[in-house]
């Protein structure tokens, strides 16, 4: 794996690999805690379960998980923001039998079935296994699982997509060269949670190059004069998140080039680049190359991606998602899985190296959307997105998704695991979510439901009772901003509950 390969060539040094709320990870530390992890892990459990890691932006957590990589394991970072109930549903399908927990919850709360370990226990590790070397070949390989990330499914139970060294060194060697990530001593931005793909960019292209990644941990994102403050210290020469997030920053007035003078580059990825936002970024930060970046967690992070220039932004159509990577070719087709021709919509498909194994445990969902194709005489993995798009000159276009699935400041969300877990709730007979937009973008979700059983208290007080059950079951992200309470949902004429007539109503 050149992860591992990139912190060994830079374990002599005295580069530091990560920054987060002013405490330093160097390179030779990275090296050296990963073997002692990695080693931990193979002599306590001979099989190669994967590991959760649950928790933040803490600098030990990266240690973690290439520890995982050298014992050969794969890894699953559950962000901060999943409730434990939704990290005990991700538990109860992987089974592992480590999760390292770097937030508050107790040990307690994750059952008897699994070995708990917080930062202290990690450190006695470090002390106890300092001595400890791991040979290559333990290192995970090839088709082998580096790590797993578990994204909203429709039934209410999130999907863990599984990504393997092959996977990641494909997608990193053409990241590395589109971004021109070098060995320079680059400072990156670690902004986005370990649980969304797009932080992969930073992580991988960075670690791989002796990068220091300047992380954002949570604390500091609820604390816009501190997360501004960082800023202006950071030195950062590469932006890397979703447009909401630069969205975000935009509202404060000296987020420019003066706060930021080393920012070079900035590359958005995750939901739709507006016009707007391109322009506003271009002019608080003149020169920077800003770059539009498209891809599901499914195809390791992104498979498209185009430089966003004054011609685009002055084009009639929308910014395009850009052009194919290298290694993966980019297919629209119609309903039959037929190529339209350019300038037809169609359901983008994505084929080659890059495109994940499928779901893990869940041949059934796997077997919906991946398949296999040949492209020059090789069987290639194959995966339909579930995006509509088209292609003019062979740039690619995005235009809207053929299901529930939706973006939210840039969190992936399937409204349908919204609806399931809602039912979960005491007292909900059914519910339905509905994206509420502004601007063209949505701005919030808001959620309807009907009682099994009518009480005395008020629906404001039944609502807020409501998000707070639903609050313990999935990320708060997901949780709608209200829930209104209805006597019985309108019905359509196919017997479907009518969420055009619901929302008409809102
Ligand atoms: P995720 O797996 O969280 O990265 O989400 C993948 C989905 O986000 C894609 O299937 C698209 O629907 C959407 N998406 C990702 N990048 C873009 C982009 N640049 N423009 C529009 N939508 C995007």
Redesign the pocket.
Known sequence: MEIIKGIKKYANTDRIALKCDGEELSYKDLERFSESIGAYLKEVHSDNTPIIIYGNKDNLIVPCMIGALKSGRAYIPLDVTFPVERVLTVAEEVEPKIIFNFTDSSKEEFGLNVTVLDKDDINRILEEYKNEVINEASWVKNDENAYMLF?SGSTGKPKGVQISSNNLDNFTKWIIDYLKIDDSGMIIMNQVSYS???SVIALYGGLINGATLFSLSKKTMGNYKELFKQFSESNINLWVSTPSFVGICLNEDSFNSKMMPKLNSMIV?????SKNLSKEVLERFPGLRLM???????ATVAVTAIDVTDDIINDDKSIP?GYAMDGIEIKIVDKNGKEVADGEKGEIIMIGKSVSKGYFKNQEKTNEVFYYEEINGLKERAYR???IGYRIDGKIY?CG?KDF?I?LNGF?IEIEDIENNLCKVPNVRNAVVLPVYKDEKIAYLQGVVELKEKNNLSNLKNGVMIKKELEKLIQSYMVPRSIKIVDEFPINTNGKIDRKKLMEEM
């Open positions: 994204t969304f793909d797009v990825l995750g939901e739709v680049l539009n970046g498209y891809g599901p967690t499914e998602i997105a579930g995006d995005y998704r699935q973006k992936r």
